[in-house]
C-alpha cells in the first residue's frame, strides 16, 4: 500500500506539471525557481536536434510538436500502412499525427495519456486537420485502455522514464501487443547510478532524469514482461542537449537518450509443440498451426492459443476448422483428466469401478438428495 500511494503522489506531480506546460500552449518541463532551464525542454524547434525533419515539423497541427522529446521513435518504428499504433504518453499528438500519415487510412493511431489537459489539447489539434484514423484516449501508460492482442507499434518518446512503476508499463505493453508486436520507445536511461539527491527531486523527476533506470534494469523489465530480441541503443551525442535541462548540475554524466526496441514472439512452448509433431513433408502450414490450436487448448496456453489462432487466420484457415480444432483439444484436456483419475484411484487402492463419493453405484439417487 506504501507503494501504491508513494506512486500516486509521482503521478500527480507529473499530471500537474504537465497540465500546466499544456495549458500555457507550449512553455516546458521546469517548474519556476529550480535550476531546470525553461528554455532548454518544451521547445519545439528543438524537435529538430532530436532527429525530426523540418517536413515533420510542418506536416503537424500547430500546436502538436511540444518540444518534449527525447529522440525519435519513428526512425526505428518502421511503420506500415494498415498497422495500429499506440503512442504511450501522446501529450499535443506530435507522433500521433506523423504515425497516422504512415499507417493510412487502413491503419490507427491511438494516443494515451494521463493528463486531461493534454487529451484535451491533442483532440483540439486533431480537429484542427480533420484526422479521421487518430484517436486520444485518456489514461495511464500502467493501465492502458486498449484491449488485448489489438496493436502492432507501441512508440513513446521520453515519458516511461516518468512512470513510478516501469514494470507495470511494460507488463501492460506486452499485453496490448499482437503477438509479433514492437515496441519502438525513445527514453533516457542512466549510464550511471544517479546521486540520492537527484533521485529525491521532484523537479528532477519531471523533468526526465530521476525516473531514468538504467540499461540492466531496463533489460530485465522487458524481459520479465515477456519481450523478446531487446535492443537498447544509447545515444551518446545526447549529453549535448541534456546538459542544457538543468545546467551546472552535470546530470548530462549520469543520463542519456536511449532507443528501445522489442517484440513481442509466441512463447517458445507453443512453437516447440508444432515443431515436434508431424513435421513431415505430408503436413503443411494450415495443419500445424491446427494442430498447435489443439495442444494450446488442451495444455491451457492462453498466449499460445491467442498466437496459433492469428497464425491459422493469416494462413486463411477458415474459422470452423479452428473451431474444430479447439473441440478436440477440450477432447483431449477431458480425456487426460479422466486418465489421471482413474490413475489417482489405482495409487490409493481404490476399484476402478467404484465410486468415491456419497452415491454408491448401487445406491438409487433421489432428486432430493445430494447423490441427485
Same mark, same amino acid.
Given at each position: ?246 545546467? *551546472?548540475?552535470? &546530470? /548530462?554524466?549520469?543520463?542519456?537518450? %536511449?532507443?528501445? =526496441?522489442?517484440? $513481442? ?63 478436440? *483439444?477440450?477432447? &483431449? /484436456?477431458?480425456?487426460?483428466?479422466? %486418465?489421471?483419475? =482413474?490413475?489417482? $484411484? ?27
Amino acid at each position: 500500500m506504501a507503494d501504491g500511494l508513494a506512486h500516486d503522489v509521482v503521478r500527480e506531480q507529473v499530471r500537474k506539471r504537465y497540465g500546466d506546460i499544456a495549458e500555457k500552449a507550449g512553455g516546458s518541463c521546469c517548474a519556476a525557481n529550480t535550476c531546470c532551464t525553461p528554455d532548454a525542454l518544451g521547445q519545439p524547434d528543438a524537435s529538430v536536434k532530436l532527429g525530426y525533419s523540418e517536413d515533420d515539423l510542418n506536416a503537424v497541427p500547430d500546436g502538436a510538436n511540444m518540444g518534449l522529446g527525447c529522440g525519435n521513435p519513428q526512425a526505428i518504428a518502421a511503420l506500415k500502412a494498415g498497422e495500429t499504433v499506440l503512442d504511450l504518453g501522446s501529450g499535443g499528438g506530435f507522433d500521433c499525427f506523423l504515425a497516422a500519415q504512415q499507417v493510412g487510412q487502413t491503419g490507427y493511431v491511438i494516443g494515451v495519456d494521463m493528463t486531461p489537459e493534454m487529451v484535451s489539447k491533442a483532440r483540439a489539434n486533431t480537429a484542427k486537420n480533420a484526422h479521421g484514423n487518430v484517436e486520444f484516449r485518456l489514461g495511464e501508460i500502467e493501465h492502458l485502455p486498449v484491449a488485448d492482442s489489438s496493436v502492432d507499434v507501441i512508440l513513446s518518446n521520453c515519458v516511461v522514464n516518468l512512470s513510478p512503476d516501469k514494470p507495470q508499463v511494460y507488463r501492460d505493453a506486452f499485453r496490448v501487443l499482437r503477438p509479433g508486436g514492437r515496441l519502438a520507445i525513445s527514453d533516457v536511461v542512466a549510464v550511471k547510478p544517479l546521486p540520492p539527491q537527484i533521485k529525491a527531486s521532484p523537479d528532477a523527476h519531471c523533468g526526465c532524469i530521476a525516473g531514468a533506470a538504467t540499461i540492466s534494469d531496463l533489460e530485465r523489465l522487458l524481459v520479465e514482461a515477456g519481450f523478446a530480441d531487446v535492443q537498447i541503443r544509447v545515444k551518446e551525442e545526447s549529453h549535448e542537449f541534456i546538459k542544457d535541462w538543468f545546467p *551546472g548540475s552535470g &546530470v /548530462e554524466e549520469w543520463v542519456r537518450s %536511449a532507443e528501445v =526496441e522489442a517484440h $513481442k514472439t509466441a512463447p517458445p512452448a507453443c512453437r516447440s509443440s508444432v515443431a515436434t509433431t508431424g513435421e513431415g513433408p505430408n503436413m503443411d502450414a494450415q495443419t500445424k498451426e491446427l494442430i498447435a490450436i489443439g495442444a494450446s487448448v488442451a495444455g491451457h496456453c492462453q498466449p499460445c492459443l491467442t498466437y496459433h489462432i492469428a497464425e491459422a487466420r493469416e494462413l486463411g484457415v477458415a474459422d470452423d476448422r479452428i473451431q474444430a480444432a479447439i473441440e478436440v *483439444g477440450h477432447m &483431449v /484436456e477431458k480425456g487426460a483428466t479422466a %486418465a489421471m483419475r =482413474e490413475f489417482a $484411484k489405482r495409487t490409493v487402492g481404490i476399484p476402478t469401478g467404484q465410486a468415491v463419493g456419497c452415491c454408491p453405484d448401487t445406491t438409487a439417487k433421489s432428486s432430493k438428495s445430494c447423490c441427485g
